[in-house]
């Protein structure tokens, strides 16, 4: 994590986050104007992603042409609702973005490393971690 120290109740402007998962592949995310064009926004062991999908993976395009073709999706939100069919960008998804960026908000806030257990959905051994994410409701709201 690359930013300056934020403020305990908000995160303000920040340079790059770097996501690193168990195989060694990275995530990095770039705040703002921040960022050299030619840094991969995925890093991993078998090579990178760069902005615009470009990439470094040795037989990148036939290794797409070996994939199916993704089974079609209903991408108009006011479809989905009026026929209930599930949306394509649907709440797993959303969940799984906001996932990401809330981990980054956290880590910026402490300004320090963490473990993310994505299975428990909570932070390692973290407790102020985890407070960050599971923050009380105001009445009467609650889940």
């Not at 995310?29 to 992603?49: C, H, K, Q, R, S």
């Not at 599930?86 to 996932?99: I, Q, V, Y």
Request: aromatic fraction near 10%; include cysteine.
């Amino acid at each position: 994590m690359d930013a300056p120290q934020q403020h305990p109740d908000a995160v303000g402007t920040w340079r790059s986050i770097t996501y690193t998962y168990d195989d060694g592949c990275q995530i990095i995310l770039w705040g703002g104007d921040y960022g050299e064009p030619n840094t991969p926004y995925i890093a991993g062991p078998n090579g990178n992603v760069y902005k615009n999908f470009v990439c470094d993976i040795p037989d990148w395009q036939k290794k797409l042409a070996d994939f199916p073709e993704p089974r079609e999706q209903n991408t108009n939100f006011i479809e989905s609702v009026r026929n209930r069919q599930k949306f394509a960008l649907n709440e797993l998804n959303g969940h799984r973005s906001a996932t990401i960026v809330n981990m980054g908000a956290a880590a910026l806030r402490l300004n320090r490393t963490l473990e993310y257990d994505p299975v428990k959905e909570v932070f390692v051994n973290d407790e102020e971690a985890n407070r960050l994410i599971d923050q009380p409701m105001r009445a009467p709201w609650n889940i």
